[in-house]
């Protein structure tokens, strides 16, 4: 039943005109290991509010998570995980993630301060012969709908390193990608919630936006 399951999964998303007759959403992975991985639930809300208002893509704008030990995430094209602290992945939870990927999905991950070390650990998990390698500047999705010639913007200082945008490749397709020392996504998050300013929370969106359609294009 899952190889169907799969095999439906990825043909949904080859497909354009299917997917373009869809409302987009945009799923939360809900994970082991104590992190919060709940936080700001407005971020994917406003998110998907802005791409509606700026592209004919179709959105479901509402606040949406799976839970990695069932197969929901095979329900969406987009999922996206986030946190502070710890996050942990049993066996069965590391292969669904992979098969995800590999059948067409796409993951966003965030660091939203404190989970590298676990995020990248648990990564192993997953793709065990696969690495994180940083993308350049000119990587199309820094130009997939806005202009980021400097690549990731930064949105947080957190240890006040410079931003960084890595991926893990799949025949050639990115089929994660992962910002470490900026957290666009707090930018997404209603404006009292981190008191960013205007032209940042927008700077965030825009490079959300960017981020899905480099997803749903690729």
Do not use: C
């Not at 095999?7 to 809900?30: C, G, H, N």
């Not at 992190?35 to 994917?44: F, H, K, L, R, T």
């Not at 987009?78 to 098969?99: K, P, V």
Request: net charge negative; charged share 20%; no cysteine.
């Amino acid at each position: 039943m899952k190889i169907i399951l799969y095999f439906l999964f990825a043909l949904f998303l080859s497909s354009q005109t299917l997917m373009q007759a869809q409302e987009f959403s945009i799923a939360r992975l809900k994970y082991g290991g104590g992190g919060d991985w709940y936080n700001d639930p407005s971020s994917e809300v406003n998110l998907l509010n802005f791409i509606r208002t700026n592209s004919n893509i179709k959105v479901n704008a509402e606040y949406k998570f799976v839970d990695l030990a069932t197969d929901e995430i095979f329900n969406y094209p987009f999922i996206f995980m986030t946190g502070h602290g710890n996050i942990i992945l049993t066996s069965s939870e590391a292969e669904r993630l992979r098969t995800y990927l590999e059948s067409g999905g796409f993951l966003y991950v965030d660091d939203d301060y404190g989970f590298d070390k676990s995020f990248r650990r648990e990564l192993k998990k997953i793709f065990p012969n696969n690495n994180l390698v940083e993308l350049p500047h000119n990587f199309g999705l820094y130009n997939s709908f806005f202009s980021f010639p400097n690549g990731v913007p930064k949105t947080h200082e957190h240890d006040n390193k410079p931003p960084q945008g890595f991926g893990i490749f799949i025949n050639n397709r990115l089929v994660l990608y992962y910002t470490y020392e900026t957290n666009p996504s707090d930018g997404w998050a209603d404006k009292e919630v981190h008191n960013n300013t205007p032209e940042k929370r927008e700077e965030s969106l825009k490079f959300g936006m960017n981020i899905v359609i480099w997803a749903l294009s690729n």
